[in-house]
């Protein structure tokens, strides 16, 4: 059986994150604990019961949000033998896509983006940046308030494009507050500075990306059957060129979340499932698409709801 998948990125993750899924699901603790032991901590005991600042911190929320799609998916294939004919992901969500769609295999993407974590923190601590999102403006507006807070050697830039109305800047931390100062003046409705640790998807973080890069062809990345949508186009892969070409611009591009969002249902008439963490995709398609819902399968119960309507079906 095949459904729409949809992967949350960073921003997702919340203290006790994938504990009742454990405690339900003999397959996600396994997943959980051989995790603990390839990365050499217990991300298990930081999902379940740690601090929110440290799960926050980005290399550590990347492996945890993943972890948690990626054991939400095997449960649903195990269970209810439920596999993506479409997927997509936000930023981090990318590789979960991937993975649930065999690109990679699952403690192979685990690693990637563990190491995607440390290098962008690395990253943020260098080059100091931030982000910041402008609602209420449509993307040519907020383009061009980034042309005018820019100067100079300080730059800011569209960093996701999520929905209409809600954008993401990415940049300097001065060439950002400008940027949300002028959204301000010209009539954006909020203009809020992320909790970030630097300026993401934008030129900032291109010496992690550079690095990321060589470190993802290290692995068996894998043709697939299933289309991912990338972010950086909004364009189909699934070919393992066309993955890590998509991989390899992705960290310094902006997330065409809205476009994306509108091939994947122009290319898939069926139900879409956001899998993981969260409701934050389900939200954001209500105003891509109105007449497309997207069902959350993050906790214990709505896993559990899944797998009984799909198995009766």
């Not at 002028?182 to 300026?199: F, H, I």
Request: proline share 4%.
């Amino acid at each position: 059986m095949k459904t729409a998948m949809l992967f949350p990125g960073q921003g997702s993750q919340f203290p006790g994150m994938g504990k009742d899924l454990a405690a339900q699901f003999p397959a996600v603790a396994g997943i959980y604990e051989e995790a603990d032991d390839i990365l050499g901590f217990s991300i298990s005991k930081l999902s379940f019961e740690g601090d929110a600042d440290v799960l926050t911190e980005t290399r550590n929320a990347q492996p945890a949000i993943l972890l948690h799609s990626l054991a939400v998916a095997r449960v649903m294939k195990d269970e209810a033998g439920l596999e993506p004919a479409i997927a997509a992901g936000h930023s981090l969500g990318e590789y979960s896509a991937l993975a649930a769609s065999g690109a990679v295999d699952v403690m192979d993407a685990l690693r990637i983006v563990r190491r995607r974590g440390e290098l962008m923190f690395e990253a943020g601590l260098r080059q100091p940046g931030t982000m910041a999102a402008i609602i209420g403006m449509e993307t040519g507006e907020v383009r061009d308030i980034c042309e005018e807070a820019s100067s100079g050697d300080r730059i800011v830039v569209l960093a996701n494009i999520n929905s209409p109305g809600q954008i993401v800047v990415s940049g300097h931390i001065e060439a950002v507050e400008m940027a949300m100062k002028l959204a301000g003046d010209k009539g954006a409705r909020k203009a809020v500075r992320l909790n970030v640790s630097g300026a993401f998807h934008s030129p900032l973080v291109a010496p992690a990306q550079d690095e990321l890069v060589e470190y993802i062809k290290s692995f068996d990345i894998r043709d697939i059957q299933t289309g991912v949508v990338c972010n950086a186009d909004a364009k189909i892969v699934n070919s393992r060129a066309q993955i890590i070409d998509a991989l390899s611009r992705q960290l310094t591009s902006p997330v065409l979340w809205s476009d994306s969002m509108r091939l994947l249902t122009a290319e898939w008439g069926g139900e879409i499932l956001e899998i993981g963490p969260g409701q934050v995709l389900s939200g954001l398609m209500k105003r891509i698409e109105r007449d497309r819902k997207v069902e959350p399968v993050g906790t214990a119960d709505q896993l559990a709801q899944v797998i009984e309507r799909e198995t009766v079906a």
